[in-house]
Structure formats: structure tokens, C-alpha cells
């Protein structure tokens, strides 16, 4: 295959550039990789990614993002503002998307304490006895037994 910047020698590399989520594949022989290289080289440090202002600082914690990059933490709530775009350009890279796209909170259910729950069903007991469903009483009876520790045998006997 030619190299695909001088269509003259073969291309022995395969260059993976990505801009602004656009990827572009070329095929490119050494000598067009190494002129592509110097090119790309003061608009990227040696990791790929843009270079940050050295001087960028939170203003409400004092830390720059050279330290947070040294830490891998925040100083406070405010450096994600101070950092958005290096931050938003890091978390995109990592995760693939700079929004959070998975579970959401999960809403805490309040059980009913068990002296709660023995009262509310020993008034269903007596509601199932006045109405005469024995069957819903028993299945009442036995529940509120479980409940109050005690090993009485479902026949009730």
C-alpha cells in the first residue's frame, strides 16, 4: 500500500489521529510519520492531549491542575469549574463520554420497626376475624408469631 500524504514510497505505519471525536486512519510511510510527528509535535505534549495552562489555578482551594494531575484528586468543589475543559477533554478520554451516563441514586426504603409492624397486623388480624376469613386470619396469626420470636405451630396448637 502507498503512504497516503506522498503516494511515492510504501507506507509502513499505521497513524490513528483522533480531533474533537474524529478519527482519522492513515497508512504513511517512516519519513511522512517522522515530518507528521514534528508537526503535531508543540501542539500536543508527549501524552497526546493538548497542553494545559501551567498557571491554571482553582481559585476558591489554590490548587493548579499540574497538581491535581500529580494527585489524581480535587482540592474542592470549585476545581471542576476552575479545570472544565482539561477536566471535560480527561473525563471523555477515560470514560468515553464527559456526562454521566449510568445508574442514578437509589431511593432508600424506610421499613417499619417491628413493633410497628405487629401492631398494624394484629389490627388486620381482628379486621380478617370480624369479617370471617379465617384463612387470611391464620396466615395473620402465623406472620405475627414469626415476628414476636415465639415457635407456635401454625395449626395454632
Same mark, same amino acid.
Request: hydrophobic letters at 35%; glycine letters at 8%; aromatic letters at 4%.
Given at each position: 500500500?502507498?503512504?497516503?500524504?506522498?503516494?511515492? *514510497? @510504501?507506507?509502513?505505519?499505521?497513524?490513528?489521529?483522533?480531533?474533537?471525536?474524529?478519527?482519522?486512519?492513515?497508512?504513511? !510511510? %517512516?519519513? !511522512?510519520?517522522?515530518?507528521?510527528?514534528?508537526?503535531?509535535?508543540?501542539?500536543?505534549?508527549?501524552?497526546?492531549?493538548?497542553?494545559?495552562?501551567? /498557571?491554571?489555578? !482553582?481559585? /476558591? !482551594?489554590?490548587?493548579?491542575?499540574?497538581?491535581?494531575?500529580?494527585?489524581?484528586?480535587?482540592?474542592?468543589?470549585?476545581?471542576?469549574?476552575?479545570?472544565? #475543559?482539561?477536566? @471535560?477533554?480527561?473525563?471523555? *478520554?477515560?470514560?468515553?463520554?464527559?456526562?454521566? *451516563? %449510568?445508574?442514578?441514586?437509589? @431511593?432508600?426504603?424506610?421499613?417499619?420497626?417491628?413493633?410497628?409492624?405487629?401492631? /398494624?397486623?394484629?389490627?388486620?388480624?381482628? @379486621?380478617?376475624?370480624?369479617?370471617?376469613?379465617?384463612?387470611? #386470619?391464620?396466615?395473620? *396469626?402465623?406472620?405475627?408469631?414469626?415476628?414476636?420470636?415465639?415457635?407456635?405451630?401454625?395449626? %395454632?396448637?
Amino acid at each position: 500500500m502507498k503512504c497516503e500524504s506522498c503516494n511515492q *514510497r @510504501e507506507a509502513s505505519v499505521i497513524c490513528v489521529q483522533i480531533v474533537d471525536d474524529d478519527k482519522k486512519t492513515l497508512n504513511l !510511510c %517512516g519519513v !511522512c510519520m517522522a515530518k507528521f510527528q514534528e508537526d503535531s509535535a508543540p501542539a500536543a505534549d508527549k501524552k497526546g492531549t493538548p497542553p494545559t495552562d501551567p /498557571q491554571l489555578r !482553582c481559585a /476558591q !482551594c489554590g490548587m493548579s491542575y499540574e497538581e491535581f494531575k500529580k494527585i489524581g484528586r480535587l482540592g474542592c468543589s470549585a476545581c471542576y469549574s476552575a479545570f472544565g #475543559a482539561p477536566l @471535560e477533554r480527561l473525563l471523555k *478520554r477515560i470514560h468515553g463520554a464527559a456526562q454521566h *451516563r %449510568g445508574k442514578g441514586l437509589v @431511593e432508600a426504603r424506610v421499613l417499619p420497626l417491628p413493633e410497628e409492624e405487629l401492631a /398494624q397486623l394484629r389490627q388486620q388480624l381482628e @379486621e380478617a376475624v370480624a369479617a370471617e376469613a379465617y384463612e387470611e #386470619a391464620a396466615q395473620l *396469626r402465623d406472620r405475627i408469631a414469626l415476628l414476636e420470636g415465639g415457635q407456635r405451630h401454625p395449626a %395454632g396448637r
